[in-house]
């Protein structure tokens, strides 16, 4: 309880402090579906129908439910949302905290708290964990699992694995992979499994997997989704735009080896965990004792998931990166345990003091400059701009009139602000490379090159081939093709996409968008009037 307490008051002090919000994205529409399951109730569920084409509308216009969304219901009764946005990032990110701390604790950790304090010597990742979203709380849950498992508790395993799914659907697979990595852990020390740990998290998913659409083959779409190797296509870096960062595995360099703290407890880990192993396979007599016997499974059982999310994050999806950070940081938790109560570091008690107090030393310097990166990050995102967009948009419109969003990220703070009107596309932009493969090349090409396209592929060539040609064309003639590539995208957006709206977040696309006046029926510009943090800017139109 101290420690959540703890963590809440410091970083509910950083955002109070801040202007504006760290973090854009899927936090806004799950809030706003919490708030039209709230004054809407199984109608919104039932008819979601404010997005043209997503993957997350599944059986035609249902939007699945999870308990994460269904949990920010009482905040939407606060008058400023938010304010309440905040309360919720903060709230999650200490009770995950306080989670991983309780594990540690309750499994007789040597310094707990130094090794919960650690966390936060990343920026990364605590900008991570203030994302606002289910993973959050997803990532307290491994922990949770894996300390019912070697624990024997199969009882509370199952209670903790069906909160897990129904708070977060697209993890629903790691409580098996957890399970499975505990028992093969429990092998190589016990040379046996306890079989009740894999009863009870396979009954645990499939109970918590029935309560969402398309059961039960969704646990096979999903799946699908989640380990799809990413093609060449996916991942360079158009699609990189078009599909979401997160899910492009990530750069070994700039997002592994240049966090050098990580980096270190990362090759310690590996190194301390086979010195380990060796010693256990020699039947060292002091690994004997059942404390340490639980001890080593957690080494093992953390090495093993390590590895795994390490391969998952390089090579799969990004997102795997989010479970790897506290994983390296725990296991050093669990290493040093075991290292110490074997008896196979001895030092001294005044150096131990004295190295205890440069530690500490160290650690509230480094944790100071995360803490100011984080502050510099809590003014990044100026909400007031799209506010005042999504207000124009909504004023100027009859009814449930069609919105095109140059880029599917704004959905969301979009929809936050105004849920009267329907948009093109968001959450999952590639679905609708799936449902109309035609009119996914047209919104890329425009999104990507501001460029009208009906070829159905990638148009960078033909581009750069008319660039080449403007170059020696007079002013006249190059004008007069600029005009005709707005009027294409203008018409596109009227005809094929059946957009009355236009939402420009790039000052070239608006630009483009102003060439021919004539079809435009009004427009207006909202930027931001602050002076710390990324510069808004949003133009919108309505189309004759």
Request: hydrophobic share 50%.
């Amino acid at each position: 309880m101290i420690v959540f307490v703890f963590v809440f008051s410091i970083f509910f002090s950083l955002y109070s402090l801040s202007s504006g919000d760290p973090v854009v994205g899927d936090k806004y529409f799950h809030f706003k579906y919490a708030y039209l399951l709230r004054t809407e109730g199984l109608s919104a569920v039932q008819n979601f129908d404010w997005i043209n084409s997503s993957s997350g509308v599944t059986n035609g216009s249902r939007q699945a439910v999870s308990l994460f969304q269904i949990s920010l219901i009482p905040f939407t009764y606060l008058q400023n949302w938010l304010f309440a946005l905040h309360v919720i990032d903060v709230l999650q990110m200490s009770v995950a905290i306080a989670i991983i701390y309780y594990v540690m604790r309750k499994s007789r950790v040597k310094y707990p708290l130094f090794f919960t304090v650690i966390f936060f010597t990343s920026s990364y990742f605590i900008l991570r964990l203030l994302i606002g979203r289910a993973f959050v709380l997803a990532i307290a849950f491994i922990f949770l699992e894996m300390f019912f498992a070697i624990e024997k508790k199969y009882k509370s395993l199952f209670v903790v694995v069906l909160l897990h799914v129904l708070w977060h659907q697209s993890t629903y697979f790691l409580p098996l992979v957890v399970i499975s990595i505990v028992e093969a852990s429990r092998y190589l020390v016990h040379h046996k499994f306890f079989v009740k740990n894999f009863v009870a998290t396979i009954i645990g998913v499939i109970v918590g997997m029935a309560f969402f659409p398309g059961f039960p083959l969704s646990l096979f779409s999903w799946l699908k989704n989640i380990f799809q190797i990413q093609s060449t296509d996916f991942v360079d870096v158009g699609s990189r735009s078009i599909g979401g960062t997160e899910l492009v595995a990530k750069d070994f360099m700039s997002h592994f080896v240049l966090q050098e703290l990580f980096l270190s407890f990362f090759v310690v880990g590996i190194v301390i965990t086979l010195f380990i192993y060796f010693l256990q396979k020699k039947e060292d007599i002091l690994f004997k004792k059942i404390e340490n016997q639980k001890h080593i499974v957690w080494v093992y059982s953390l090495f093993i998931f390590m590895i795994s999310t390490t391969f998952g994050a390089l090579v799969m999806s990004g997102r795997f990166f989010d479970f790897l950070i506290p994983i390296i940081f725990v296991l050093g938790a669990f290493v040093v345990t075991v290292i110490e109560n074997a008896k196979k570091i001895y030092i001294d008690s005044d150096l131990r003091k004295w190295l205890g107090v440069g530690v500490w030393i160290f650690m509230i310097i480094v944790i100071g400059n995360a803490l100011i990166v984080v502050y510099a990050a809590a003014n990044r995102f100026d909400y007031e701009p799209a506010r005042a967009s999504a207000q124009w948009i909504e004023d100027n419109s009859n009814g449930r009139e069609r919105v095109f969003l140059r880029d599917w990220g704004n959905f969301t703070f979009m929809f936050f602000g105004n849920s009267n009107n329907v948009y093109t596309m968001g959450i999952e932009p590639m679905a609708l490379k799936n449902s109309d493969e035609e009119l996914y090349w047209k919104y890329y090409n425009i999104f990507m090159y501001n460029y009208y396209c009906d070829v159905g592929g990638d148009c960078e060539e033909q581009l750069l081939e008319n660039k080449e040609i403007l170059k020696n064309a007079s002013d006249d003639v190059r004008k007069k093709i600029e005009k005709e590539n707005s009027r294409k995208i203008i018409n596109s957006i009227k005809n094929d996409f059946g957009a009355k709206f236009i939402l420009a977040d790039s000052g070239a696309f608006a630009t483009t968008i102003l060439l021919n006046p004539d079809l435009i029926e009004s427009h207006q510009t909202f930027e931001s009037n602050k002076f710390e943090g990324r510069f808004m800017k949003f133009t919108v139109f309505k189309l004759k």
